[in-house]
C-alpha cells in the first residue's frame, strides 16, 4: 500500500515532442506529490510538485495532470530539449515520502 | 538560503576497511536529515533518517550505521564494508514538519568497494 509504480522505465523522444511519465498510487493518505530531475553524478533535484486539492500544475513546459480518483499522477514535459535528458522519479508522501523507481528519459537531438 | 553539503565525491575502498560519510546542512534548524542508497540505474533506498541529536531511525537491516552528533551533521559510518556496499549515497533534508515538504538531496558520494 505503500507503494509508487512508475511508468515507463526508460523513454526515448524526438527533440520537440512530448514527454510523459506516469505514477500510481494506492495509499489515500499521500498528501504531497513532488517530482524530482536527476543528472548523472548528481543528486536529485526538486522538479515540480502537487497536492491533492489541484488537477493540474504548470511550472515552463513541465506539467503535472493529477487524478484523484485514479489515484494517478503524470509529469508532461512539452518541446522537449536534449538539456532534458535525465532520470525522473515521482515520489508520494504525508508522514513519509515513497519514491518511484525512475524513468531514464533521452531526448533525440 | 539553505545549502547541503556531502564529502567525499568519490571514494573507493577495499573490503573490510571502515568507512565515515559526511553530511552537513547549512542555512536551516532542525531539519530531518536522510541517508539513502541508489544503486546503478535503480532508484532511491532509504537506509536511516533522523528527527532531531541523537535520534536516527533503520529503515532497513544492513551493515551501516548512522549518527547525528550535531543538529545540521549527518554522518554514515561501516566497521568494515562488504562488495554489496558498493553505490551512490545521498545524504536529504526536510524541514522539520516533514508533511508536505520536499526533500533536499546533496550531490552523493560514489562508493566503490575492491
Known amino acids: 500500500q505503500q507503494q509508487v509504480k512508475q511508468s515507463p522505465q526508460s523513454l526515448i523522444v524526438q527533440k520537440g515532442g512530448i514527454s510523459i511519465i506516469n505514477c500510481a498510487y494506492e495509499n489515500t493518505a499521500f498528501d504531497y506529490f513532488p517530482w524530482y530531475q536527476q543528472f548523472p553524478g548528481k543528486g536529485p533535484a526538486l522538479l515540480i510538485a502537487?497536492?491533492?486539492?489541484?488537477s493540474e500544475k504548470k511550472e515552463g513546459r513541465f506539467t503535472i495532470s493529477f487524478n484523484k480518483s485514479a489515484k494517478q499522477f503524470s509529469l508532461h514535459i512539452m518541446d522537449s530539449q536534449p538539456g532534458d535528458s535525465a532520470t525522473y522519479f515521482c515520489?508520494?508522501?504525508?508522514?513519509?515520502?515513497?519514491f518511484g523507481k525512475g524513468t531514464r528519459l533521452h531526448i533525440l537531438p | 538560503s539553505q545549502t547541503i553539503h556531502q564529502w567525499p565525491a568519490t571514494l573507493v575502498q577495499p573490503v573490510g576497511s571502515p568507512l565515515s560519510l559526511e553530511c552537513t546542512v547549512e542555512?536551516?534548524?532542525?531539519?530531518?536529515l536522510y541517508w539513502y542508497r541508489q544503486a546503478a540505474g535503480r532508484g532511491l533506498q532509504l537506509l536511516f533518517y533522523?528527527?532531531?541529536?541523537?535520534?536516527i531511525s533503520s529503515e532497513v537491516p544492513q551493515n551501516l550505521s548512522a549518527s547525528r552528533p550535531q543538529d545540521r551533521q549527518f554522518i554514515l559510518s561501516s566497521k568494515k564494508l562488504l562488495l554489496s556496499d558498493s553505490g551512490f549515497y545521498l545524504c536529504?533534508?526536510?524541514?522539520?514538519?516533514?508533511?508536505?515538504?520536499?526533500?533536499?538531496f546533496g550531490d552523493g558520494t560514489r562508493l566503490s568497494i575492491l
Open positions: 502537487i497536492r491533492p486539492d489541484v
Open positions: 515520489a508520494a508522501s504525508n508522514a513519509k515520502i515513497i
Open positions: 536529504a533534508w526536510s524541514t522539520e514538519d516533514a508533511s508536505n515538504q520536499p526533500q533536499h
Open positions: 542555512g536551516t534548524s532542525n531539519p530531518n
Open positions: 533522523s528527527v532531531g541529536i541523537g535520534q
